[in-house]
């Protein structure tokens, strides 16, 4: 249930957003509001905005299959349960773990890759961590440099398939975690629970066509491309 007070911050941001032309968070929040029939969000850039960190063509892949294939499997993993299509993304993935495994697998697919498309922007739409941010994260872990290699060892460390994550946990503190699969820590079913501020997708079709088994090397390469203004945003939104 969204708060009178976020809506607004939430109206505000996307007025924000329009002026600079930038749809980024709109369709984050679109995603977390929708129900069944789920369909793909347009990427908020080009697919070559981001290269060479990530490749045109892992860009298309990553979007234009894999994220598609989530959407699909999770309209044919609802479809004939009319409970099922009636909850929000948001519902699906807050409750995960009562749901059947192709709805946690796939709505978490749909949510994570939402969510991942909107923290990262072509380098002339870019824009800085807030103070709020930067002091979050001095609290947090010692310097955004000791956040950023914490970070980047979390990626590395995820056995197979999965997420690394910066949470707003649930005493309001910043931390880093990781989830296997599809999982995201929302999900009821998460190890350590809170709220996504930032994530980095760490399954091999996110990296494989440019870094090959050089996760670690992806995982450094990333930050050239994320946009600090969007974290910012979904750090003052996961505190209300
Ligand atoms: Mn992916």
């Known amino acids: 249930m969204m708060t009178r007070r976020q809506a607004t911050a939430t109206l ?7 002026r600079l032309g930038w749809a980024g968070a709109a369709h984050a929040q679109d995603a977390d509001a929708a129900s069944a029939p789920f369909s ?4 908020p850039y080009a697919a070559d905005a981001l290269a060479p960190v990530i490749d045109a063509e892992t860009m298309e892949l990553h979007h234009g299959k894999h ?7 999770l309209n044919k993993a ?5 409970a099922l299509q009636s909850l929000t993304l948001s ?6 773990g009562t749901h059947p495994p192709a709805v946690r697998n796939n709505a978490g697919g749909h949510w994570n890759h939402s ?11 870019r824009g800085e961590p807030s103070a709020e941010l930067i002091q979050a994260l001095e609290t947090a872990f010692g310097s955004v440099e000791d956040f950023r290699t914490g970070f980047e060892e979390a990626g590395a460390a995820r056995f197979g398939s999965g997420w690394v ?7 309001g503190q ?3 975690t990781t989830t296997p699969n599809q999982d995201n820590p929302l999900m009821d079913v998460a190890e350590v629970r809170g709220t996504p501020i930032l994530g980095n997708d760490v399954w091999e079709h996110a990296y494989y066509l440019t870094y090959r088994n050089r996760r670690p090397e992806y995982l450094g390469a990333w930050w050239d491309v994320v946009d600090w203004a969007a974290v910012s945003r979904n750090y003052a939104n996961a505190l209300g």
């Open 12 to 18: 505000l941001a996307s007025a924000a957003m329009a």
């Open 40 to 43: 793909l969000p347009d990427l």
């Open 67 to 73: 994220h598609q294939a989530y959407v699909d499997n």
């Open 78 to 82: 609802v479809e004939g349960d009319e």
């Open 91 to 96: 519902d699906l993935i807050t409750n995960a």
């Open 115 to 125: 969510f991942f498309w909107n923290l990262m922007a072509p380098e002339d739409q």
């Open 165 to 171: 994550w910066l949470i707003v946990d649930e005493a």
């Open 174 to 176: 910043l931390q880093i």
